[in-house]
């Protein structure tokens, strides 16, 4: 399995982002997920969405701004990114592990890992 992230760049504050996590090779049953690092702190996970789209979790900074969602057709999972603010600059790692059901935001429970994207958000 291969992720591919896209859409960081550079956005001032309270705009928008879209993040795009393309994924390929063999896609059965996995559960995706969103994670950032900052310079100089621990990475953090933010959402996550189960094989089916049915299931999400948000961690609560990111709750009410941020949306995760998934096109299974295209097999791409997004993170739409709302009111975003300077403490958000960071870099943004999609992942994906294999289960049945719901989702996990587990840093060491991930089966595969995407390059991160970088955004920054200007005050």
């Known amino acids: 399995v291969q992720l591919q992230a896209s859409g960081g760049g550079l956005v001032q504050a309270g705009g928008s982002l879209t993040l795009s996590c393309a994924a390929s090779?063999?896609?059965?049953?996995?559960?995706y997920a969103w994670f950032r690092q900052a310079p100089g702190k621990e990475r953090e996970g933010l959402s996550c969405?189960?094989?089916?789209?049915?299931?999400?979790y948000y961690t609560d900074s990111v709750k009410g701004r941020f949306t995760i969602s998934r096109d299974s057709a295209e097999n791409t999972v997004y993170l739409l990114m709302n009111d975003l603010e300077p403490e958000d600059t960071a870099v943004y790692y999609c992942?994906?592990?294999?289960?049945?059901?719901?989702?996990?935001?587990?840093?060491?429970?991930?089966?595969?890992w995407g390059q991160g994207t970088q955004v920054t958000v200007s005050s």
């Open positions: 969405i189960g094989r089916r789209g049915y299931s999400t």
């Open positions: 090779g063999s896609l059965d049953y996995l559960a």
């Open positions: 992942a994906a592990v294999r289960r049945l059901s719901g989702c996990t935001l587990r840093d060491n429970g991930m089966d595969y």
